[in-house]
């Protein structure tokens, strides 16, 4: 995991309290967006704030903390809404009201998402206990406004998230309406995708005097891209770390960079690459020089060939060498992207950069395309027969070298006996089959529940931090992927980091238990109390029953699924 670090220097200039820069340190983030470096100070500074930017610019932070700041810093009422976040759908409610509770940990703030289709009983109830933040969406606000359940009265800072969206969903009426019961002096923000003419409207009745903030696109880095094959894959986010492995084992790349927004990303992507063989090594902010440095070495010598890092970790390290950049995510501005695929196609050679999309940010990898003004082609997951394609071109290639170099001469013996019984192109095929580590080419791909021929990542053998694993010819590669993707749950350890409990010994029980191929499994999460791993949804039962009748790490363990949706408190 990663070792706490206080300082986060981006953050800390910015003027947030020494406790909300220790809570999205402790998020592993290392700097701020674009929107955070603009919209963050003028909040603070008590203005009023028209934004531009749409999802996954990183533009709830942008609002959130500023907002946590000032309800520490001026008080006012506790336990009434003195802030009040609206939204215009039930996801979004919930994804700002958890980012909002992470943001405020420590500061024993009540935040409660209300939103339609939840009952209504089981909010009023989080509202009576004292709500200082609400996120909600305006249908259910006004409801509670009009029951009494909810007051604004106290409001010192209002944000309209996502505000062309309201208004797109005919939600106009609503929003002036819930606005006429704020009090006069407040502080609003307002953050829409773009600056429509309805939009200025309503900044113009309800805003004082706001700042501006667009994320404007730097021009100068996008000229100097080098001949980059660029391509894009949609993958939800369960699914992220499978299509990782699979773009991994097709792409084969000679050095790779694999780009995270977080530094727990940077862990939980290094570590399950690791348990899943790879030759992964980590690098962050929050690691010591020393640390950094071996790394790099590493790298540069390519005894690790996959360098799983944050931005700013990987600023100004010059690398020629690397084939692939791999973003995990999109990159929170299109800036970002420049600067993350330019490490790749140094000193003329062919680069590719690779970036995996969620659905949701589609836009993100439109607003790239129209900076690098270049294509960005959005491409299928290799298929099992792509992987098998892929590996036959490999051996053929290696046998026309082997051929070449006419190392085998004394085998000929051994062929021209065989020949005396068989077809000279039947032997040649067999031993081309027996190469392919299905043995079987052309056949259909085995079923995933098949015994694993995969080494096993939990066993001493795993490779460890700084070893590059033996590299196994194409042919007698594992394979890691089987099919499609299938959907991820979500299984939770009742044990981890202070148990002694690592990545691998998850993977090991898991599929020494039920067989299950090691490659089958998504993203390992160890925290100090207890562990998560994604598993295919439909093993998640069989995968339970194994767990709990066996140990780990010499003790019993709790194993459940978990949901990540179902509300904590
Ligand atoms: P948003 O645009 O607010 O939906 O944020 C998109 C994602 O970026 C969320 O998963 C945030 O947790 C993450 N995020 C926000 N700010 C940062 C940052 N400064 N560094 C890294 N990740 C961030």
Redesign the pocket.
């Known amino acids: 995991m990663a070792p706490k670090d206080p300082e986060t220097p981006g953050f800390s200039s910015l003027g947030l309290t020494a406790s909300l820069v220790s809570a999205v340190t402790a998020l592993g ?5 674009p929107i ?1 470096r603009e919209a963050i100070p003028l909040l603070l500074a008590g203005k009023d704030v028209l934004g531009q930017a749409g ?7 942008a609002f959130v903390l500023p907002m946590l700041h000032r309800l520490a810093k001026e008080g006012g009422k506790r336990g009434t809404t003195r802030g009040f976040i609206l939204v215009p759908t039930r996801e979004l409610a919930m994804q700002v009201a958890e ?1 909002t509770h992470k943001y405020a940990k420590g500061q024993n703030l009540n935040i409660v998402p209300v939103y339609g289709g939840a009952p209504m009983d089981l909010q009023i109830r989080s509202l009576r206990r004292g709500a200082d933040v609400v996120v909600a969406t305006p249908g259910r606000a006004i409801d509670h406004l009009k029951r009494g359940t909810l007051s604004l009265a106290n409001v010192q800072v209002l944000v309209l998230d996502e505000a062309d969206e309201m208004l797109d969903m005919g939600f106009a009426d609503d929003l002036e309406a819930i606005l006429e019961q704020t009090p006069e002096e407040k502080q609003t923000a307002l953050f829409a995708a773009t600056f429509a003419k309805r939009i200025q409207a309503i900044a113009a009745k309800h805003l004082t005097d706001p700042a501006r903030v667009t994320i404007a696109a730097e021009k100068q880095a996008v000229g100097k891209l080098p001949k980059i094959r660029q391509t894009a894959y949609v993958v939800s986010r369960p699914q992220k770390m499978q299509a990782l492995d699979r773009i991994l084992e097709y792409e084969d790349p000679q050095s790779a960079i694999v780009f995270c ?2 530094r727990l990303e940077v862990e939980e992507v290094t570590e399950t690459l690791q348990a899943h063989g790879y030759g992964a090594q980590a690098i962050h902010g929050g690691m010591l020089q020393k640390q950094r440095d071996r790394v790099m070495g590493l790298f540069r010598s390519q005894k690790a060939d996959i360098l799983v890092a944050t931005d700013v970790a990987a600023r100004g390290l010059d690398i020629e060498h690397v084939s692939h950049v791999v973003n995990f995510d999109v990159p ?1 501005s299109p800036e970002v992207y420049v600067h993350r695929i330019g490490r790749t196609g140094r000193a003329g050679r062919e680069g590719v950069a690779i970036t995996i999309v969620d659905p949701r940010q589609s836009r993100l990898m439109r607003n790239i395309e129209s900076l690098t003004r270049q294509r960005v082609e959005i491409a299928a997951l290799p298929t099992i027969a792509d992987l098998r394609a892929r590996r036959v071109t490999a051996t053929v290639e290696a046998l026309r070298a082997t051929l070449g170099k006419g190392e085998f001469k004394e085998l000929r013996a051994v062929v021209e006996t065989l020949a005396q019984d068989f077809d000279v192109v039947d032997i040649a095929a067999a031993a081309l089959a027996m190469l392919d580590d299905s043995g079987r080419s052309g056949a259909p791909a085995p079923a995933p529940e098949e015994p694993a021929r995969y080494e096993r990542a939990g066993s001493s053998d795993r490779p460890q931090r700084g070893d590059r694993p033996e590299r196994a010819p194409r042919g007698e590669r594992p394979e890691r992927g089987r099919g499609r993707p299938e959907p991820f749950g979500i299984l939770r350890i009742g044990a981890g980091a202070n148990a002694g409990l690592r990545p691998g010994d998850l993977v090991g029980a898991i599929s020494g238990e039920t067989g299950l191929e090691s490659s089958l499994l998504g993203r390992i999460k160890i925290d100090d109390e207890e562990s998560y791993v994604e598993v295919p949804e439909s093993k998640m039962r069989d995968i339970i029953a194994a767990l709990r009748a066996t140990k780990i790490r010499g003790q019993k363990v709790q194993v459940a699924a978990f949901d990540p949706t179902a509300p904590r408190r």
């Open positions: 983030y290392e700097e701020p967006t955070q999802t996954g610019t990183g533009k709830t932070a980012a927004r977080t929170l």
